[in-house]
């Protein structure tokens, strides 16, 4: 449904609501919008310590890594832990377009014993020490029944020899020197626990108490040995090492760079999250950064280029929306009711963990304006009473009478009259659509900003055209560069429209931008499981990271 279409449809007061929230939305002012989005993160990059944060992967993938390797990856809605294992280059030693990258971690990525967890909220809001002690029985766990399938051999001391090397996704802000250590910032997603904690030792220590060791021997569970006795393989887990420790963003952006290996027209050039938050990543000269940013790195003689972790939603970021007008005064009361008022204000326009959100606001604005409003059910009155899941799998997907019967139970009337009426039912269903839409339109300007930001693609200012001869010619007959954007995330992947119209928006506004993208394509691609397998990959690469 065209966004348009649905405002026409409405009254006087809901189009004007639509129009807040899409009248942004065409060529023009979203160019504009991803011209000062990249402005700004030029300038946080220059200036700012809390944006735009170095790491230590000052080198990609080559696709060779091999090696059998734990990973984890803690979200900020769920836990997943796993054995990854890199088989290095294909058998047939081909490079890898992106076309086929959907094909390749099948051949070249062995993923088991994966399992999931929710973060359950109290885990989130208490100390420090139960989460990372609740990560620890996971990994426990996960260990455990890989340990429960190996045949039992003389090798029963340490099935997994000494150690286990550990990746790390963390999909928080965090401030790293060494890719084995990484200090905690301000985490967000409805997490209360204090910052500036050391990340590995909280999940060593969180481990620690799983490694005392049992002496069982044979059947009666005395422990002198006999020709029969056979040790338990249970009685011992291994001692893990911290071999890498990332963001969720960075590691999509491994996960997709190990998998594709870069032929000379197509390259990954950005990691992208759109989940429960978003973030983004690009590798970055390090020229372009905050003086105090390149004392961080390891050897800052040694490297030009690294992999930034952008933090592109905290505060300071949302300027082009302020200075454009777009944001509304149903954002405003998001960022003021939420629980870190003012510091990630663009991820609480576009993550999946405020759409419902801002749905919900502007349906109850809306109706609490309208005859019947005394039925409006009650439950809605409440912050976060319409999950930004319950969207994208019912909202957007289903027909007119599944979605009714629906709202009937979840949402019950405040009395015994009528209130989902299909006048309603049709509201919040276009009202759904703005926001889905505006987060896709949104993500795709601040995308095509930071390409052009880090010189993958340009947009020309005013005043200013591509060159029409020399290096930066525009030539008809010059081979495409496919810039891949590998992407990750609940939001982007799960939402229906939300990845294509980013993709849309992104096409439009490279192509719009500057004669000079004649030769440049950039395609979204997902990086499927890109925390846990980047974590995996990254501890591969323990050898070549400064």
């Known amino acids: ?48 310590i809390e944006h735009f944060l170095v790491t230590p992967v000052t080198a990609l993938p080559t696709g060779k890594e091999k090696g059998k390797f734990l990973s984890i990856d803690v979200g900020g809605t769920n836990l997943r832990v796993g054995f990854i294992e890199l088989l290095g280059e294909l058998g ?30 109290h885990l989130k809001m208490d100390q420090a020490e139960d989460l990372f002690a609740w990560i620890g029985d996971c990994i426990a766990e996960v260990i455990t029944d890989a340990l429960n399938d190996m045949p039992v051999s003389a090798n029963v001391e340490s099935p997994f020899g000494e150690e286990l090397l550990l990746g790390i996704t963390f999909s ?102 759109v ?36 933090e592109w939603t905290i505060r300071g970021t949302d300027k082009p929306l302020i200075d454009l007008g777009i944001k509304t005064k149903w954002d405003l009361e998001l960022d003021e009711n939420c629980d870190a008022p003012g510091f990630q204000p663009f991820e609480y326009m576009t993550a999946g ?42 909202v957007a997907r289903a027909n007119e009478e599944t979605l009714t019967a629906q709202l009937e139970k979840r949402y019950v009337p405040a009395s015994a009259q009528t209130f989902w009426t299909p006048a309603r039912v049709k509201l919040i269903r276009d009202i759904a659509y703005a926001v889905q839409q505006r987060s896709s339109a949104l993500i795709a300007a601040a995308s095509v900003g930071l390409l052009d930001c880090v010189h993958d693609i340009r947009i020309d200012r005013p005043g200013q055209h591509a060159k029409t001869n020399g290096n930066g010619a525009p030539h008809e007959d010059r081979e495409v560069e496919e810039l891949v954007v590998a992407y990750a995330g609940g939001t982007i992947s799960q939402y229906p ?30 990086a499927l499981d890109g925390g846990i397998i980047g974590a995996g990959v990254l501890a591969g690469m323990t050898d070549d990271i400064a």
């Open 353 to 394: 963990r405020y759409l419902g959100e801002i749905v919900r606001l502007v349906f109850v604005d809306l109706i609490s304006n309208r005859p019947g409003s005394e039925a409006l059910p009650a439950v809605l009155t409440t912050k976060n009473a319409i999950p930004t899941r319950f969207l994208s799998e019912i």
């Open 275 to 310: 989940g429960t938050g978003t973030n983004a990543t690009v590798p970055m000269k390090i020229d372009d950064l905050h003086p105090s940013k390149v004392k961080e790195l390891a050897n800052p003689d040694g490297v030009e280029t690294v992999v930034i972790n952008t």
């Open 92 to 121: 047939n030693g081909m490079s890898t377009s992106p076309s086929e990258a959907q094909k390749v971690p099948v051949s070249k990525i062995r993923r088991s014993y994966d399992k999931a967890w929710p973060i359950e909220e």
């Open 172 to 273: 928080f802000p965090m401030a790293q020197t060494r890719l084995s250590e990484a200090t905690l910032l301000q985490l967000g997603k409805g997490f209360a626990i204090t910052s500036d904690l050391n990340l590995g030792k909280m999940l060593l220590s969180g481990y620690a108490r799983h490694l005392v060791e049992l002496s069982i021997n044979g059947e009666n569970g005395h422990s002198e040995a006999t020709p029969s006795s056979k040790k338990r393989r249970l009685s011992r887990l291994p001692r893990i090492r911290v071999a890498a420790i990332t963001n969720d963003t960075v590691a999509t952006f491994a996960s997709l760079a190990y998998a594709v290996k870069a032929a000379p027209n197509s390259r990954v050039a950005m990691g992208l999250i």
């Open 497 to 526: 429209e939300w990845l294509g119209t980013c993709q849309g928006w992104i096409e439009t506004l490279v192509k719009k931008g500057s004669r000079a993208n004649a030769s440049k394509r950039v395609v979204l691609k997902e």
């Open 1 to 48: 449904m065209d966004v348009n279409v649905a405002i026409k449809e409405q009254g006087e007061d809901v189009k004007k609501a639509l129009a807040a929230l899409t009248g942004f939305i065409n060529e023009s002012t979203l160019l504009d919008l991803a011209t000062r989005f990249s402005d700004t993160y030029r300038d946080l990059a220059r200036t700012s």
